[in-house]
């Protein structure tokens, strides 16, 4: 018995790792999350799938009881794949069902995948550092547990570059707060479904991004960096 604990990467099926490619094909069950592209699903062929994410108008698991699912799963099965969006580790709650698992003495196999939060910037171009403008980056929730008894989110960031995930449902009060400690013209860069064929590039400051017209999955993008992008498309579109 082993679980898996597999990143989808963000979306463009190209974009998975030939790791969780050979996971998913010795896998005899799958639990998956709601994912951006549920294409590399065919590589789990034959195997048993349960899908533990959220779909519209039905309310998605509790965390407890994907790992209820995930013990009894693995202690049933030889290989078992948690398929989660992204890199598992980042804002995907991998290192808790990790947890769960190692505590009732099931052995868990890593695979990370290309996080959103990274790879998502980098294939439109956008550096999320860069030599003379950032060199540092921090990735954060805009939606933060609202059941925390502290909050840990302060907006306060001694950053270059900041990477908001989860960040649309909030997008006006959290910029409002980042303004408390950044200039109000910090370029912003959001992108919707990155990687996917509806993919969406909107750029604005932190002052009006949150007047545009903007749908999750997004990531919200602040820095000067996104400068750095501006010129980049620049020099793309002279091609
Ligand atoms: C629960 S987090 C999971 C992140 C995931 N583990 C990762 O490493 O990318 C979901 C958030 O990731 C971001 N996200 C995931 N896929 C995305 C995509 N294809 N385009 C833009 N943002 C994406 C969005 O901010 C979304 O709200």
């Known amino acids: 018995m082993v679980v898996y604990l597999v990143g989808a990467g963000p979306g463009d099926p190209d974009l998975v790792t030939l790791k969780a490619i050979k996971a998913l094909e010795m896998a005899d069950v799958v639990v998956y999350d709601r994912l951006a592209n549920e294409e590399i699903l065919k590589y789990a062929n034959g195997s048993e799938m349960i899908y533990v994410g959220k779909r519209a108008g039905a309310h998605s698991k509790k965390q407890e009881e994907i790992n209820e699912i995930l013990i009894e799963q693995g202690k049933k099965h030889d290989t078992v794949v948690r398929l989660k969006g992204g890199d598992p580790f980042v804002f995907g709650r991998g290192g808790e069902e990790m947890m769960a698992l190692l505590g009732e003495g099931i052995p868990v196999e890593l695979v990370p995948g290309v996080t959103s939060a990274i790879g998502v910037p980098t294939t439109v171009g956008l550096p999320v550092t860069h030599r003379g403008v950032a060199t540092s980056l921090t990735v954060v929730t805009g939606h933060e547990d609202p059941t925390k008894k502290e909050k840990q989110v302060q907006w306060n960031y001694n950053t270059d570059t900041i990477v ?6 909030h997008l006006e009060e959290n910029m409002r707060e980042i303004k408390k400690h950044k200039d109000p013209q910090t370029p912003v860069c959001v992108i919707e479904n990155g990687t996917m064929p509806d993919e969406r590039i909107i750029t604005g400051t932190l002052e009006n991004i949150a007047q ?11 820095g000067p960096v996104v400068d750095v992008f501006k010129s980049i498309k620049k020099l793309e579109d002279k091609l």
């Open 212 to 222: 545009k017209d903007i749908n999750p999955p997004a990531l919200v993008i602040i």
């Open 164 to 169: 908001i995930l989860m960040g649309v449902g």
